[in-house]
C-alpha cells in the first residue's frame, strides 16, 4: 500500500517531551518495571514457552511494580484498567476478545 | 472504516518469536525505531500454571503524527505539545496458549475515543508447513473515525494520517522483533556452547 500524502513541515522530529503523560508513574518505577520486565522476559523465553509453564517466577517482581503503580500511574484511564483488572468483568470482556479471534485461520 | 491486514513469516520457532514480540517495546535497543512510543507499563498480568495460559495488558502511550490545527484546539493534550502531536494512551492485551503454541495480541487506543478508534489484532501460530521452526504472524488492524458531522473532512484526513503512521509502525515493529529474534537465537548458541 503507498499513501501519496507526504507534508513537508511535518517531517521535523521535535526532540521527545520526555514521556510527558505518565511521567510520575515512569520516574516513580522505573527500577521497578526494569526489574519486573527482566525477570518476565527471562521466564518467558526459558521456561513459559518452552513448556516449563508449571511456575510463575516473577511474582515477587510484580507486587512491587504493580504497588507503585498504584501509587504513582495518574492517567485515569490507564488507573481504572490497573484496578479493573483485578476484577471478574474485566476478564469476562478479555476472554470474549481472545476467542472472536480464534476463528479463520486457514487462506493461503 | 479502513482494515489493514498483513501476514509475516518469521523464519524462527515459535518460542523465540513470542518472546521477541514481548519485549518490542521495552528493548533498550528498539528506542529509535519506535520513538513513537513514549511509555509502556505492564496494568495486569495473569498466569494459570495447570493450563498454560498467559493473561496480560500493557498501556503503550503513543506520540500521534501531527495533527490538523482545527482538532489540535480541540484537545487539550495535543494543544499543549509544540509539534501538534497528540499523546495516545493505547491498551494492549494478550493472551498466550503455551500447550497450543497460540499468542493473540489486541491494541486498542482508550484515549481520543471520542475521535477515532483503532484496533490492532495480531496472532502468532507455529507455521504450517514448518512448525517446529517457522512462526506465522498475521495482523488486522481497523480504523473507524467517530461521526463528528461538522469535522467529517478533517477527521478523514486524520483517518488517513493514522492509517499511514500504524501501516510504517508495524512494518517497523517486524523489523524489530526479527532482530530481537536475532539477538535471542545468538544468545542461546552463545549460552549452549558455554555451558559445554
Known amino acids: 500500500m503507498v499513501f501519496g500524502r507526504s507534508k513537508s513541515s511535518s517531517s521535523t522530529v521535535s526532540p521527545p517531551p520526555a514521556a510527558a503523560a505518565s511521567s510520575a508513574a515512569a520516574a516513580a518505577c522505573s527500577e521497578l518495571r526494569a526489574a519486573y520486565h527482566e525477570c518476565f522476559n527471562r521466564w518467558y523465553a526459558e521456561k513459559f514457552a518452552k513448556g516449563q509453564w508449571h511456575k510463575d517466577d516473577c511474582v515477587g517482581e510484580w507486587h512491587k511494580y504493580r504497588a507503585c503503580l498504584e501509587e504513582h500511574l495518574e492517567d485515569k484511564n490507564l488507573r481504572q484498567i490497573l484496578l479493573e483488572s483485578e476484577t471478574s468483568a474485566y476478564y469476562a470482556q478479555f476472554d470474549a476478545d481472545s476467542s472472536s479471534r480464534k476463528g479463520g485461520t486457514s487462506t493461503k | 472504516m479502513v482494515v489493514y491486514t498483513q501476514e509475516h513469516v518469521y523464519r524462527h520457532p515459535w518460542d523465540r518469536v513470542t518472546a521477541a514480540a514481548w519485549r518490542k517495546f521495552t528493548d533498550p535497543a528498539s528506542r529509535t525505531a519506535l520513538s513513537h512510543v513514549a511509555d509502556v507499563h505492564t496494568l495486569h498480568r495473569r498466569v494459570d500454571p495447570e493450563a498454560g495460559r498467559l493473561q496480560a495488558a500493557r498501556s503503550i502511550t503513543v506520540r500521534s503524527p501531527p495533527l490538523p490545527f482545527i482538532l489540535r484546539r480541540l484537545l487539550p493534550a495535543a494543544a499543549s505539545s509544540p509539534s501538534g502531536a497528540a ?47 517457522w512462526t506465522q504472524f498475521r495482523q488486522e488492524t481497523t480504523i473507524r473515525c467517530r461521526p463528528l458531522s461538522a469535522l467529517a473532512a478533517v477527521a478523514e484526513k486524520v483517518e488517513t494520517r493514522c492509517a499511514e503512521r500504524f501501516l510504517q509502525n508495524s512494518a517497523k515493529g517486524r523489523e524489530v522483533v526479527e532482530r530481537i529474534c536475532r539477538y535471542l537465537e545468538a544468545e542461546a548458541a552463545g549460552a549452549a556452547s558455554s555451558a559445554i
Open chain 2, 87 to 133: 499523546l495516545c494512551h493505547c491498551v494492549e492485551t494478550s493472551l498466550v496458549d503455551a500447550p497450543r503454541r497460540a499468542m493473540d495480541v489486541v491494541v486498542r487506543n482508550v484515549s481520543l475515543r471520542g475521535l477515532i478508534e483503532v484496533e490492532e489484532r495480531s496472532t502468532y501460530r507455529p507455521h504450517p508447513e514448518r512448525p517446529e521452526e
